[in-house]
Nanobody
Framework: QVQLVESGGGLVQAGGSLRLSCAASGRSIRNYVVAWFRQAPGKDREFVAA????????QNSDSTKGRFTISRDNAKNTVYLQMNSLKPEDTALYYCATTMFRDSALYSSSARYNYWGQGTQVTVSS
């Protein structure tokens, strides 16, 4: 069983930056895909970005491409989401998630992920 804890959220002005962290415990995540999702009030959970086990392959949603960068430090059992050029529409609760299957593909569907953190709030003011 793996536990995921997100941190780094907060209130930022439009155009600003934040770096989110997803720290894993209970099991190493070095062999597993990790993804970030977000959910705004009244909206469905939305894929943000995913990273392969080795960190060599990443995938972003169209809305975050060129602004958000996902990375990982397997020695620290942690995955990061660097968010630049933030917009008010990026306001949401951000979750990290991982799978129970090794070396899986970079899925954008939340149904493919088995373990979730509690989320960290990101609020972008205009």
């Amino acid at each position: 069983q793996v536990q995921l804890v997100e941190s780094g959220g907060g209130l930022v002005q439009a155009g600003g930056s934040l770096r989110l962290s997803c720290a894993a415990s209970g099991r190493s995540i070095r062999n597993y895909v990790v993804a970030w999702f977000r959910q705004a009030p009244g909206k469905d959970r939305e894929f943000v970005a995913a990273i392969s086990a080795t960190g060599t392959t990443t995938q972003n949603s169209d809305s975050t491409k060129g602004r958000f960068t996902i990375s990982r430090d397997n020695a620290k059992n942690t995955v990061y989401l660097q968010m630049n050029s933030l917009k008010p529409e990026d306001t949401a609760l951000y979750y990290c998630a991982t799978t129970m299957f090794r070396d899986s593909a970079l899925y954008s569907s939340s149904a493919r992920y088995n373990y979730w953190g509690q989320g960290t709030q990101v609020t972008v003011s205009s």
